[in-house]
């Protein structure tokens, strides 16, 4: 008997670790967040998550920003106009162990991350 294994996941080289790993494709759900930290990905126990972009809509109807954290550090601000629609890729994934926070300057913006999640 023959039995065939699908590998849903790509290994690829992890320069911080400095080995080899699975890489698995996941995205977060789409979160609205306000003026306080909300977290927009949770990371699983024993697994990192690469963020490699975003999908952002404003939707209080005048312009705004919306920064990504985890509990320690601010690692970036978007700003958007009022009711746009963005699409953030990122130059260099940001590795999260911990988990994935964004907070609206004002009002709200719908949030959605793009990345991978692998072992760390």
Do not use: H, W
């Amino acid at each position: 008997m023959v039995e065939k294994i699908m590998v849903v996941g790509k290994k690829q080289y992890d320069k911080a670790s400095r080995e080899f790993k699975v890489f698995y494709p996941t995205n977060g759900t789409l979160t609205t967040v306000g003026t306080s930290d909300t977290t927009v990905y949770s990371v699983p126990s024993g697994k990192a998550f690469y963020l490699k972009g975003l999908i952002l809509r404003e939707t209080s109807g005048a312009a705004n920003t919306v920064t990504i954290k985890d509990s320690s550090n601010n690692y970036f601000t978007v700003p958007l106009d009022a009711n746009e629609f963005k699409v953030v890729e990122l130059p260099s994934p940001i590795v999260f162990t911990e988990d994935v926070l964004a907070v609206a300057g004002a009002a709200s913006v719908e949030v959605t991350v793009l990345g991978e999640e692998t072992e760390v």
